[in-house]
């Protein structure tokens, strides 16, 4: 307040300030502040606009993977075609291929289009072809193998239908562009509209897309992330049974125990910009290390678990020194002052203390490595390489494999619009289990934490 | 203000507990302490005393290695604890901190049971062979300590819970707990309030008929309290040694008398 507005102090006296009215700096500081408060609800609000986006469109292209349509069909398994000398032997009903199957499903399809009174102008059994799925006379002929006296009767089975017929009843396939797809015509469409009326046509849950593995690139509907579900899985078995000893040991001796000199500070910078390294540098060292050098098998788990393991040290090394720093030096003095050694101190009191952190590091440095796609590529995780489930134990390490992220980069390239759905499908089960992780490690922090 | 302390003062000859002879400590390229020649004697209370930086907590952890644990701190000349070499090659500080126990500035209980806090010296050193023996060693620490009367009833309790003057009770019994001979104390109160300051000074003169304790303090008043022999170090020199009430009273050297009437320091 100047003078001017208070004539009645002297102008010795300090002038009076009411604290009822603001003066201009103040006003201009609380200004100042309501901005950077904005600012900050801005960026957070930002934030989780993105997220939403992320979020939302990963739901809405992904959820349908998780349903796949389906046709009932009745099929009358033909002893004339499947069994040819009637004595039910088994390795004579092997040596009918799928070929001999096809015109079964589809002669059962085409008695179920006549009976459901739809009007077509397709004739032949042959026509019902493009509405179910290459798989189908597998799935058949594997039901026969196991259970040869099913041969001479109908049998109620639940196909799959053609991932045309799928996209179209998800909204991904339209009349108008049938047109030009040689794989489906409007025809069939009409019948599938029909068969959905009646109940044949269903939409299903899709736990084969859990638990299956990946399909050629033809028959879409088929494909699943199970197998490499499993590659992954090992791979993080090889990386925590690894990066987690090794970083831990390693971030205890030169937080603890080693000397601090140049040779260590060396190390400590290294390790720093090691954590910055691209993941494909990683990839290639394994490459070059672990399979020209070492001879270990390509696109086995067992290599992409120790490539992840270089890439994943760092990061626990990292995070293990930085709680054992958090941890107060007064209790390592208690411990040393009562005439413990130097290792019972960090084993005793230091470790116990640096638990959670080390724990989230790790998981953190863990989820990493699960959702980590470029150093497979360079070991040969990725490509249409999942067959088949693991057989045990050694075969779930050494056997090809892909892993989850890489089966979803390999979808996402494929032509069909289907493996489109598929890989959007696929990123959901990986952020489940991104998320999974993520709980385990804010539920260890809890339980290990100690408050005092 | 600084009147001569009126506690019983025991003049006779006992027995040298420490003795250090020359002694240099250097931090990298700083000379922390400068020749300190100083003899520590049984069943004593020994006070440090100075203004901040002087040395004298570097000194006190010299006398249990605990310096040991800071890479560039360096430390010559000869200390000897019951005549023996403590800087000597063959000498463990594992088993010299065993024997040379130490409390702490701030009161730094392990996070764990007030039991645990007790029984983790003697486990790790073997010193009771059944969990009775260790009842009793816990026990035996924690009336020690005069805190007993107050946790007895929670030994699973965290160590962590008691109050700030309990803490420093509970490191003091810890301490005791492992049956050492002498107890270093840096600055044990500093962090208390007055109460738990005159349980522990207390406690501190208890502590005298069983042990020699050395003990760092910035208060003139506490070292006038509980020490029979006072150091007076400043810069790193020990500058004057003696009888706490002569030092008080009629300090011999004129920097220890601009410090205890408040001029330096």
């Known amino acids: 307040m100047t003078d001017a507005s208070l004539p009645e102090n002297s102008a010795a006296a300090p002038a009076h300030r009411s604290l009822n009215t603001v003066d201009a700096r103040t006003r201009k500081r609380n200004r100042a502040e309501a901005r950077f408060r904005a600012y900050g609800i801005a960026a957070v609000a930002t934030g989780l606009v993105f997220l939403v986006i992320l979020l939302g469109s990963i739901l809405f292209n992904g959820v349908g993977a998780f349903q796949q349509t389906f046709i009932k069909v009745p099929v009358y398994l033909d002893p004339a075609k499947l069994d040819k000398s009637g004595e039910r032997d088994i390795e004579a009903i092997k040596k009918v291929s799928t070929f001999g199957y096809t015109p079964l499903i589809q002669q059962g399809l085409f008695d179920v289009v006549q009976a459901a009174g739809i009007e077509t102008p397709l004739a032949k059994p042959g026509d019902m072809k493009q509405m179910i799925s290459p798989s189908a006379a597998a799935q058949v002929r594997d039901t026969v193998i196991e259970n040869p006296d099913l041969i001479g009767q109908t049998v109620d089975f639940r196909i799959l239908a053609s991932s045309r017929v799928d996209g179209y009843l998800k909204d991904r396939v339209f009349r108008e562009d049938v047109v030009r797809d040689k794989n489906i015509d409007v025809e069939h469409l009409d019948i599938v509209d029909g068969l959905v009326a009646a109940g044949i046509v269903v939409k299903e849950f899709n736990l084969t897309f859990i638990t299956g593995a990946d399909a050629s690139e033809s028959r879409p509907e088929q494909a699943g992330l199970g197998v490499s579900i499993l590659g992954s899985f090992f791979m993080m078995l090889v990386v925590l049974a690894l990066s987690l000893p090794i970083g831990v040991a390693a971030s205890i001796y030169l937080e603890e125990f080693a000397p601090k000199n140049r040779f260590t500070d060396l190390i400590e910078v290294n390790i720093s910009n090691l954590a910055a390294v691209p993941s494909i540098v990683f990839g290639i060292l394994g490459l070059a290390v672990f399979i020209q050098f070492a001879h270990l098998p390509q696109s086995a788990p067992l290599v992409g678990g120790l490539t992840l393991t270089l890439m994943t040290l760092p990061t626990i090394v990292i995070s293990t020194r930085a709680s054992l720093k958090s941890v107060p030096p007064s209790i390592r003095d208690a411990a040393l002052g009562v005439g413990a050694s130097k290792m019972q101190a960090v084993f005793h009191h230091v470790l116990p203390m640096a638990m959670p952190g080390i724990l989230t590091g790790t998981i953190i440095g863990l989820a990493q490595a699960l959702g980590e796609t470029a150093p497979l590529l360079l070991i040969g995780m990725v490509g249409y390489i999942a067959t088949n489930y693991p057989d045990g134990l050694a075969s779930g390490f050494m056997d090809p494999n892909s892993a989850m992220p890489a089966q979803i980069f390999e979808w996402a390239k494929r032509a069909d619009p289907a493996y489109y759905e598929r890989a959007w499908g696929g990123i959901i089960i990986l952020l489940v289990f991104l998320m999974t992780m993520n709980i385990i490690a804010i539920i260890l922090r809890r339980r290990f934490e100690r408050r005092w | ?265």
């Not at chain 2, 000379?31 to 907590?57: W, Y």
């Not at chain 2, 706490?244 to 008398?257: A, C, L, S």
Request: charged share 25%.
């Open chain 2, 1 to 265: 203000m600084y009147d001569a302390p009126s506690l019983e003062r025991n003049v006779d000859q006992k027995e040298i507990k420490f003795s250090a002879r020359n002694v240099q400590v250097y931090y990298g390229d700083t000379h922390a302490i400068k020749d300190v020649t100083v003899e520590i004697e049984d069943n004593t209370v020994t006070a440090f005393i100075g203004p901040s930086g002087c040395g004298k907590s570097t000194f006190l952890r010299c006398l249990n290695r605990m310096n040991d644990t800071i890479d560039v701190c360096r430390v010559e000349g000869d200390i000897r604890l019951d005549g023996e070499d403590i800087y000597d090659k063959r000498v463990d500080p594992v088993q010299l901190r065993a024997k040379v126990g130490m409390v702490f500035q701030k009161p730094n209980p392990f996070p764990k049971s007030i039991y645990d806090n007790v029984a983790y010296g003697p486990r790790i050193h073997g010193l009771a062979r059944s969990k009775a023996e260790l009842d009793e060693i816990v026990e035996t620490a924690l009336r020690r300590g005069a805190i007993w009367d107050e946790v007895k009833d929670r030994l699973d309790a965290p160590g962590t819970g008691l109050s700030g003057g309990q803490q420093q009770r509970l490191c003091i019994a810890r301490a005791v707990a492992t049956a050492p001979e002498v107890l270093l104390m840096d600055e044990p109160c500093s962090a208390l309030d007055p109460i738990a300051t005159a349980q522990v000074e207390e406690l501190i003169d208890e502590l005298r008929q069983s042990y020699s304790v050395i003990i760092v303090t910035h208060s003139m008043q506490q070292a006038a309290r509980v020490s029979q022999k006072t150091a007076f170090f400043h810069l790193g020199h020990l500058v004057e040694f003696g009888e706490t009430g002569q030092i008080f009273t009629n300090p011999v050297d004129e920097r220890t008398e601009s410090y205890i009437t408040g001029r330096i320091g």
